[in-house]
């Protein structure tokens, strides 16, 4: 056996189909790892899709492979081979009993197998290769742009340490980034020493923490997207008026904390369940908002359900739910119908990433959510012909397009970015980081 034999078995080969003829080999295994391979020797050959792999026209009359399935052929061998023009057989005596896909098309996976325990990977077929359809509009909205840069200058300008009262956005690489850096993120007050230099997360906080940041001394730069302001002014302008506010939404997210501190008596309401039960002290003064975030599906269902039971419901004059949201859900939504899987990138604590998984998963096919590249397992998409690729609104596109080099290497996939709404929405930095 060469010493070699790992770098040589890294060797990829292109396998464009496999035909039914017998076509002379261009590579044989057998001399890139150079084991004198006897027949009866076994390889196991990986491949989908070879229903009749047995079957098929054999040149020479010899018998068929030993266990052949649909998805599986065990192949009593000598070799595996590929001809010139990509052509690729498994050969079980002699090189002259090729494996045949169902109807002799193209073989439609990963060919992988082991000699001895050693791996070897043949890349799919070019019918095989997964086809990404690229979502637009993907990845960061206005707000959290905003929000990453004010924390970017504000380290620049001030030094470290800065401290982030929640994370800045939520999306872990980012955060871990910028700990890096020296910003510190908390969701303590009293952490912070007094005098220092504080940011606001683009979720924003309620007015509690405004004052108690005053009586700290704290020199605050407020990165809260105008969008997330908007519906804290709204629910004020409820409260004033006499209103009890549902405030439709996830407990415990950030955002749904800061707007639920504005006033006395907001209610929130997660689900139609809760929408059908929620009591109030006047059905005639009722009023509702929303998280920024949701659903769109599930924001009007629950909306839906308040209206029926409060016939005089008022709601925000504008949508709640931010057109990055909004945009996102649409382009997913519209892509889930020419896909057979989603994957998704963002962080689990990412509200509208999640509401993308769900949004792909109710259109009925598989969704996947990843941190990073490397957490991708190319089994997942084995079967896959058509992916479906996007990106929360606080994922960085460098991970969307690290991602699409791994599906490349991997999977040999290819990648169509797909047309989408344009987006031209920009928020101006903070007081005290903007320009003079
Ligand atoms: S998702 Fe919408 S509300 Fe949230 S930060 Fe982005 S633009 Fe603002």
């Not at 491949?47 to 399935?69: C, F, H, K, L, W």
């Not at 090729?98 to 791996?119: A, D, Q």
């Not at 020199?219 to 105008?226: G, H, I, L, Q, S």
Request: glycine share 8%; aromatic share 6%; proline share 6%.
């Amino acid at each position: 056996m060469a010493a070699d034999i790992g770098n040589r078995l890294d060797t990829q080969v292109q396998v464009k189909r496999v035909d039914r003829h017998w076509i002379k080999p261009k590579l044989d295994l057998r001399k890139l790892i150079d084991i004198d391979m006897d027949v009866g020797k076994l390889i196991d050959v990986d491949v989908e899709g070879a229903r009749n792999a047995g079957n098929s026209n054999r040149t020479d009359g010899a018998q068929r492979p030993a266990n052949i399935s649909r998805n599986r052929a065990i192949a009593r061998t000598g070799n595996i081979v590929t001809s010139r023009d990509g052509y690729a057989h498994a050969s079980p005596f002699g090189l002259q009993t090729p494996i045949m896909p169902p109807s002799g098309g193209p073989v439609n996976s990963l060919l992988r197998g082991s000699f001895f325990g050693y791996y070897f990977k043949l890349k799919p077929s070019a019918a095989m290769r997964p086809r990404i359809l690229l979502a637009n509009p993907r990845g960061f909205c206005a707000g959290v742009e905003m929000a990453v840069e004010s924390l970017d200058l504000a380290l620049e300008r001030f030094g470290a340490p800065v401290y982030v009262y929640h994370f800045i956005v939520h999306n872990r690489i980012i955060v871990e980034g910028f700990e890096r850096r020296g910003a510190v993120f908390t969701n303590e007050l009293a952490r912070i020493p007094k005098g220092a230099h504080v940011l606001f997360s683009a979720h924003g906080v309620s007015p509690e923490i405004r004052t108690a940041s005053q009586e700290l001394n704290l020199r605050v730069v407020d990165a809260t997207c105008p969008l997330v302001t908007k519906v804290h002014r709204e629910v004020r302008e409820f409260a004033r008026q006499g209103y009890t506010t549902l405030l439709i939404g996830h407990a415990g997210h950030d955002e749904v904390v800061g707007i639920l501190g504005e006033a006395d008596g907001i209610v929130l309401i997660e689900n139609v369940n809760q929408a059908e039960r929620v009591r109030v002290p006047d059905a005639e003064k009722v009023a509702y908002t929303t998280q920024t975030t949701l659903s769109l599906d599930d924001c009007n269902a629950i909306i839906k359900t308040l209206r029926v039971r409060f016939p005089k419901l008022r709601g925000p004059l504008a949508d709640d739910i931010c057109y990055a949201t909004q945009n996102r859900q649409r382009a997913v939504q519209a892509l889930a119908r020419m896909a057979d899987a989603a994957l998704i990138i963002g962080s689990r604590n990412s509200s509208n990433t999640m509401r993308l998984v769900e949004i792909a998963e109710a259109a009925g096919i598989p969704a996947y959510r990843i941190d990073v590249p490397d957490e991708i397992n190319p089994e997942w998409f084995r079967r896959t012909r058509t992916l479906l690729l996007t990106s929360g609104a606080s994922a960085p596109e460098v991970l969307v397009k690290d991602t699409i080099a791994r599906l490349k290497t991997e999977l040999g996939a290819t990648c169509e970015e797909q047309p989408g709404k344009r987006e031209l929405v920009h928020f101006p930095l903070p007081q005290g980081l903007g320009p003079p």
